[in-house]
């Protein structure tokens, strides 16, 4: 695959001409370059330039303690941080060899399936904003306002939620949680059908839709494509189905696919998804009440950071609260591959770790990154405007494509 | 779950290429088997293309830099047959000065970020790639940051001295 710069011609006769194509233009939504070499409308060659928000996370994590890598993670798919901050978790759980109570199991898949609807929400709006249609856009932000709202009842932020612990939640889920939760799941199917009856039909966004970017289930899985976008094309990798992490085989949810493997597909495969993630949470609601409602971690008191108040009033807290903080915990030497489905693709984490405080190396693989190297050879023979909705529709995030 | 176990793709592995390739283990379910430069490629392209194992899929690419080993680059390939449903670990470790392996882009066309990104990181030189540049980090940086030697911060800063903050 040639990727190369290809405008070496400083021919005056051309007819082509060179556009920069970011890194901050409002069509791109984040920090993405590409220059293009157009014929009219009509691209002939692109090439991406990224890393324009590179923050050294890999290196970072080789310094921090376990515990202390979780507010990273945030920043990468900072649409759905809390799929990431799970994410890491279970990693390190998966090294200390921590069973968790199917309680917390639950708790976790109506996080991260909240987060999923919220990532699909901004993903599925913007695709509507960049052909033209604001209006599904406003009506689903809507919605994320109140998944946000019900991230700030269990951990207080909204974006960058760091939400969790090693070994399950830093405090039980209250009350209101539960209730915000049992009303978004009425509210949202309303607004879902509301919004797909805006778009899913309609001549203008089909038209600029359908048969743009399509790819084939060979090309993308060649080129390592994982999540939704893999999905339309009609391959059903999903992790959540075939490495069931978090206790997702004990829910009933399938995995929508599409045929054509084009922008259109993937707008439809991620209302799919947020239907089946709403029917995961509803599970989970109802598998919860059998759970003992007390139980919000597991109990493994040498990785689990204690509560402020025993730490102060109990002399095993203390010391645990002592050798977390200051990382003298024995760890298992040994590597470890853990991924879980973010909202975008298959988000890894490779740890290597020889027992010492910090990892010894640390690497994320992320979908963003991995799913977006095809996007300049993908560009070649597509017009501007689809080269646009086909960038909205990969759902790349800046955080993640740079970590 | 997966349709063949660890133990066959270990027969399977050790009918075809014997001692060319070096079982590890299995840690935490992961085979993890370890070969050279010389065979990466035939090795990745029979596991790709075999009809039992079928790791079609390329998850990553990556590299963990040993100081203390006398080869100090691991090259760390990870494999999923999505048939099977299984993975597989690989490592190849390379020499310091002698830092280059084949490139797998022959075989999949997703290696080809995976392994801008390994080189930028590590300085691995993949032979063949069709662009091996750098892709994070700045074109002109001098070093392979991820590496062991290379701290976190800067030693030589200057703008977090003790007097700027009164101390």
Same mark, same amino acid.
């Given at each position: 695959?040639?990727?190369?710069?290809?405008?070496?011609?400083?021919?005056?006769?051309?007819?082509?001409?060179?556009?920069?194509?970011?890194?901050?233009?409002?069509?791109? +939504?984040?920090? %993405?370059?590409?220059?293009?070499?157009?014929?009219?409308?009509?691209?002939?060659?692109?090439?991406?330039?990224?890393?324009?928000?590179?923050?050294?996370?890999?290196?970072?994590?080789?310094h921090r303690?376990?515990?202390?890598?979780?507010?990273?993670?945030?920043?990468?798919?900072?649409?759905?941080?809390p799929?990431?901050?799970?994410?890491?978790?279970?990693?390190?759980?998966?090294?200390?060899?921590?069973?968790?109570?199917?309680?917390?199991?639950?708790?976790?898949?109506?996080? *991260?399936?909240?987060?999923?609807?919220?990532?699909?929400?901004?993903?599925?709006?913007?695709l509507?904003?960049?052909?033209?249609?604001?209006?599904?856009?406003?009506?689903?932000?809507?919605?994320?306002?109140?998944?946000?709202?019900?991230?700030?009842?269990?951990?207080?932020?909204?974006?960058?939620?760091?939400?969790?612990?090693?070994?399950?939640?830093?405090?039980?889920? $209250?009350?209101?949680?539960?209730?915000?939760?049992?009303?978004?799941?009425?509210?949202?199917p309303?607004?879902?059908?509301?919004?797909?009856?805006?778009?899913?039909?309609?001549?203008?966004?089909?038209?600029?839709?359908?048969?743009v970017?399509?790819?084939?289930?060979?090309?993308?899985?060649?080129?390592?494509?994982?999540?939704?976008?893999?999905?339309?094309?009609?391959?059903?990798?999903?992790?959540?189905?075939?490495?069931?992490?978090?206790?997702?085989?004990?829910?009933?949810?399938?995995? #929508?696919?599409?045929?054509?493997?084009?922008?259109?597909?993937?707008?439809?495969?991620?209302?799919?998804?947020?239907?089946?993630?709403?029917?995961?949470?509803?599970?989970?609601?109802?598998?919860?009440?059998?759970?003992?409602?007390?139980?919000? +971690?597991?109990?493994?008191?040498?990785?689990?950071?204690?509560?402020?108040?025993?730490?102060?009033? $109990?002399?095993?807290?203390?010391?645990?609260? %002592?050798?977390?903080? *200051?990382?003298?915990?024995?760890?298992?030497?040994?590597?470890?591959?853990?991924?879980?489905?973010?909202?975008?693709?298959e988000?890894? %984490?490779?740890?290597v770790?020889?027992?010492?405080?910090?990892?010894?190396?640390? +690497?994320?693989?992320?979908?963003?990154?991995? $799913?977006?190297?095809?996007?300049?050879p993908?560009?070649?023979?597509?017009?501007?405007?689809?080269?646009?909705? $086909?960038?909205?529709?990969?759902n790349?995030?800046?955080?993640?494509?740079?970590? | 779950?997966?349709?063949?176990?660890?133990?066959?793709?270990?027969?399977?592995?050790?009918?075809?290429?014997?001692?060319?390739?070096?079982?590890e283990?299995? #840690?935490?379910?992961?085979?993890?088997?370890?070969?050279?430069?010389?065979?990466?490629?035939?090795?990745?392209?029979?596991?790709?293309?075999?009809?039992?194992?079928?790791?079609?899929?390329l998850?990553?690419?990556?590299?963990?830099?040993?100081?203390?080993?006398?080869?100090?680059?691991?090259?760390?390939?990870?494999?999923?047959?999505?048939?099977?449903?299984?993975?597989?670990?690989?490592?190849?470790?390379?020499?310091?000065?002698?830092?280059?392996i084949?490139?797998?882009?022959?075989?999949w066309?997703?290696?080809?970020?995976?392994?801008?990104?390994?080189?930028?990181?590590?300085?691995?030189? %993949?032979?063949? +790639?069709?662009?091996?540049?750098?892709?994070?980090?700045?074109?002109?940086?001098?070093?392979?940051?991820?590496?062991?030697?290379? #701290?976190l911060?800067?030693?030589?800063?200057?703008?977090?001295?003790?007097?700027?903050?009164?101390?």
């Open positions: 695959m040639q990727n190369h710069p290809v405008f070496t011609d400083n021919d005056p006769q051309s007819e082509l001409s060179t556009l920069n194509l970011g890194p901050t233009h409002p069509a791109t +939504h984040g920090v %993405f370059q590409n220059v293009l070499q157009l014929d009219g409308e009509r691209i002939v060659s692109g090439v991406s330039t990224i890393g324009y928000i590179h923050r050294a996370f890999e290196k970072i994590a080789e303690p376990f515990y202390q890598i979780t507010p990273l993670t945030d920043r990468l798919n900072y649409c759905s941080s799929i990431n901050n799970m994410g890491w978790h279970m990693t390190v759980e998966k090294l200390l060899n921590i069973q968790l109570p199917k309680r917390v199991d639950y708790l976790r898949v109506i996080i *991260m399936e909240l987060a999923r609807i919220s990532d699909h929400i901004v993903c599925n709006g913007v509507g904003v960049d052909t033209g249609a604001f209006t599904g856009f406003l009506y689903m932000m809507e919605f994320r306002e109140h998944i946000y709202e019900i991230y700030e009842e269990i951990c207080g932020s909204r974006l960058t939620t760091n939400v969790g612990r090693i070994g399950g939640f830093e405090r039980n889920f $209250n009350e209101i949680f539960f209730s915000k939760v049992r009303k978004f799941l009425v509210d949202f309303k607004g879902l059908a509301e919004f797909e009856s805006l778009f899913n039909r309609n001549r203008i966004f089909i038209d600029r839709t359908k048969g970017a399509a790819v084939s289930p060979e090309t993308a899985l060649s080129y390592s494509w994982t999540g939704p976008i893999l999905r339309a094309t009609g391959v059903d990798y999903d992790v959540r189905a075939m490495n069931p992490y978090s206790s997702y085989q004990d829910f009933d949810f399938e995995v #929508p696919v599409g045929t054509r493997g084009d922008v259109y597909d993937r707008f439809l495969v991620r209302n799919e998804e947020m239907k089946q993630s709403m029917r995961m949470i509803d599970q989970a609601l109802k598998m919860i009440e059998k759970e003992d409602p007390t139980i919000f +971690h597991a109990d493994v008191p040498e990785y689990y950071l204690p509560p402020k108040e025993e730490v102060y009033n $109990n002399m095993e807290a203390l010391i645990y609260h %002592f050798k977390i903080v *200051m990382g003298e915990v024995e760890t298992p030497v040994g590597e470890v591959y853990h991924s879980v489905e973010g909202a975008n693709g988000l890894g %984490f490779y740890l770790n020889d027992g010492g405080r910090s990892p010894y190396r640390l +690497h994320f693989r992320r979908p963003s990154f991995i $799913n977006y190297q095809m996007y300049a993908m560009s070649r023979g597509m017009l501007l405007s689809d080269a646009i909705i $086909n960038m909205s529709s990969l790349v995030i800046a955080g993640e494509l740079d970590a | 779950m997966s349709k063949v176990t660890n133990e066959e793709i270990i027969g399977l592995i050790t009918a075809k290429f014997g001692d060319k390739v070096i079982i283990g299995e #840690p935490y379910g992961m085979l993890t088997v370890e070969t050279s430069r010389e065979a990466i490629i035939e090795f990745l392209g029979f596991l790709k293309e075999d009809a039992a194992l079928k790791f079609g899929f998850t990553d690419i990556t590299a963990v830099h040993y100081p203390d080993l006398e080869k100090q680059t691991g090259v760390v390939y990870h494999l999923h047959s999505l048939v099977n449903n299984i993975r597989i670990r690989i490592k190849v470790f390379l020499a310091d000065g002698d830092v280059h084949p490139s797998a882009t022959v075989l066309d997703g290696a080809n970020w995976m392994e801008r990104e390994t080189y930028d990181f590590f300085g691995v030189d %993949f032979v063949g +790639h069709p662009d091996l540049r750098r892709i994070l980090n700045v074109d002109d940086m001098t070093v392979f940051p991820m590496r062991r030697e290379y #701290p911060e800067d030693p030589n800063r200057v703008d977090k001295k003790d007097y700027f903050f009164g101390r």
